[in-house]
């Protein structure tokens, strides 16, 4: 079906948009704002994500899907619905919709019968938004509930224009502010179902770094239901509002049945593999990227790799055009400081 001249105008906006340096606020205002011009919803739920785990490390969900925060998180790391999120990144299959998966019978999914119905929602679209292999975050349409679902045409477009909203995710990572902060390390205690026990004034503190939630911001629900889910110590890197790296670690306090959550700052060398990625490094490039920030010299850097010296500098010179820098040495101070 031939596409009309204003929707081919709306994508062109998308994708202008996602390619245009702003940060995630404007991401979500600028950028989903173009995207309801493609493919109309009645709520949206936008979420950040950390490439190597792909927890969230925020998210943004439009009313009424801001109540069931909790419900949601309990069903995305269930493991028996359709459509999870990390799901969709290892299948390969990016966008998938609810009537699609479950060959329009909604009632087959615990997440329609539990929480969207009862929301007054029905059938969803669902993007995992990848980029270079890796994924930055993921998004959720919604559409109240009736007979009439998302179509294939609107599905399409999604996926022509999610590899462009993971760019846009990507380079916020690297325009939200500064790469490091002085602050100590917090604890939060969470009971089994997630309720919150207590908190460290230290905690308190880092935590207003993070987009709000009720009463905690999504990444410490985020790493607590995986440890619930069966992960073994997970954890998440989040950019902070005031540009610096924090990390959650969860774990369960032993005898207690409560859930202990860190969080603390990263270290400027723990957010580098991170920072590389969104600067759209290449596997190796990366590889050597990171032999460069441990010192090493380009003959080890060769034998580690099992590359050419002469290879390590063109991996090398192309690592120094994406950052934007010249030198070693520059490459170093951007990263590390």
């Not at 329609?112 to 029905?122: F, H, K, T, V, W």
């Amino acid at each position: 079906m031939r596409r009309s001249a204003s929707a081919v105008r709306a994508e062109h906006d998308v994708i202008r948009l996602s390619h245009s340096g702003l940060d995630t606020t404007g991401v979500r205002r600028e950028v989903l704002r173009a995207l309801r011009r493609v493919v109309p919803s009645d709520a949206t739920f936008f979420a950040t994500a950390d490439p190597e785990t792909l927890l969230f490390t925020g998210a943004w969900p439009d009313p009424p899907l801001d109540t069931a925060t909790p419900l949601f998180l309990d069903n995305e790391f269930g493991g028996g619905d359709v459509n999870t999120f990390a799901g969709l990144v290892t299948s390969g299959r990016p966008v998938a919709t609810l009537d699609g998966a479950t060959g329009r019978d909604r009632w087959a999914s615990e997440r329609y019968r539990e929480i969207m119905r009862p929301l007054g929602l029905g059938d969803e679209m669902r993007a995992a938004l990848v980029t270079g292999g890796r994924c930055w975050g993921y998004l959720c349409l919604h559409r109240e509930d009736g007979l009439l679902g998302f179509t294939a045409t609107e599905k399409t477009a999604l996926a022509r224009l999610a590899p462009h909203l993971a760019h846009a995710i990507r380079t916020a990572a690297l325009v939200d502010g500064p790469a490091a902060a002085d602050h100590r390390p917090g604890v939060v205690l969470l009971t089994d179902d997630l309720r919150l026990v207590s908190l460290t004034p230290d905690a308190e503190h880092l935590l207003s770094l993070l987009p709000p939630g009720a009463p905690l911001p999504l990444p410490v629900y985020a790493v607590a239901a995986a440890l619930r889910s069966g992960s073994a110590l997970p954890s998440a890197r989040v950019r902070g509002a005031d540009g610096s790296w924090l990390t959650l670690h969860a774990s369960r306090l032993t005898g207690t049945g409560q859930l202990a959550v860190v969080v603390e700052p990263a270290e400027a060398r723990a957010a580098a593999p991170l920072v590389l990625a969104a600067h759209g490094l290449t596997t190796r490039e990366a590889d050597v990227a990171t032999l460069v920030l441990r010192g090493l010299p380009t003959r080890a850097i060769s034998d580690q790799l099992h590359i050419s010296a002469h290879t390590v500098q063109d991996h090398l010179k192309a690592v120094f055009d994406k950052v934007g820098v010249r030198s070693r040495r520059d490459l170093v101070i951007r990263l590390l400081g």
